[in-house]
């Protein structure tokens, strides 16, 4: 098993090597999970994607139709997603009728460390601040 992956993996140790790519795993810093995969919660979660990027926090969408909140964790942590945003009805309710600009600091949301399971209820620009400190002194 020697094919493609073995030439990829060569080529980008030898742009690491020479500076010309960044020694950082790739991997978002942070999922936010659709715990519904309804329209409303795609909805917000494009919106908290949007808001989270606009803080500098670099994050994806977790979409799974059907898997359980569980599951969608730990899938993240398998990937090496180290924060997770877990959105919901909940969320909905309260984030809906905030506009796109009110979003980082009117909505609160809960945030998971997947190191540890400390979970907080935070706004965006809280979470980005916590997500900073568990980075401060890495790559990004």
Same mark, same amino acid.
């Given at each position: 098993?020697?094919?493609?992956?073995? !030439? &990829?993996?060569?080529? /980008?140790? &030898? $742009?690491? +090597?020479?500076?010309?790519?960044?020694?950082?795993?790739?991997?978002?810093?942070?999922?936010?999970?659709? $715990? +519904?995969?309804?329209?409303?919660?795609?909805?917000?979660?494009?919106?908290?994607?949007?808001? $989270?990027?606009?803080? !500098?926090?670099?994050?994806?969408?977790?979409?799974? =139709?059907? %898997?359980? =909140?569980?599951?969608?964790?730990?899938?993240?942590?398998?990937?090496?997603? =180290?924060? /997770?945003?877990?959105? !919901?009805?909940?969320?909905?309710?309260?984030?809906?009728?905030?506009?796109? +600009?009110?979003? %980082?600091?009117? &909505?609160?949301?809960?945030?998971?460390?997947?190191?540890?399971?400390?979970?907080?209820?935070?706004?965006?620009?809280?979470?980005?601040?916590?997500? !900073? +400190?568990?980075?401060?002194?890495?790559?990004?």
């Amino acid at each position: 098993a020697t094919g493609f992956s073995f !030439g &990829l993996e060569r080529i /980008v140790d &030898l $742009l690491r +090597e020479r500076g010309k790519m960044s020694s950082g795993t790739g991997v978002a810093r942070v999922q936010v999970l659709d $715990l +519904e995969a309804s329209d409303r919660t795609v909805s917000l979660c494009g919106r908290l994607l949007r808001s $989270l990027r606009a803080c !500098g926090v670099s994050c994806e969408l977790g979409y799974r =139709p059907g %898997a359980k =909140p569980g599951r969608q964790i730990r899938a993240a942590d398998k990937r090496g997603v =180290p924060f /997770v945003i877990l959105v !919901g009805s909940n969320e909905v309710a309260l984030g809906l009728d905030l506009p796109d +600009e009110g979003l %980082a600091d009117g &909505l609160r949301v809960p945030v998971k460390r997947l190191a540890d399971g400390e979970q907080r209820q935070l706004s965006v620009r809280e979470a980005a601040a916590w997500i !900073g +400190e568990h980075f401060s002194g890495l790559p990004a």
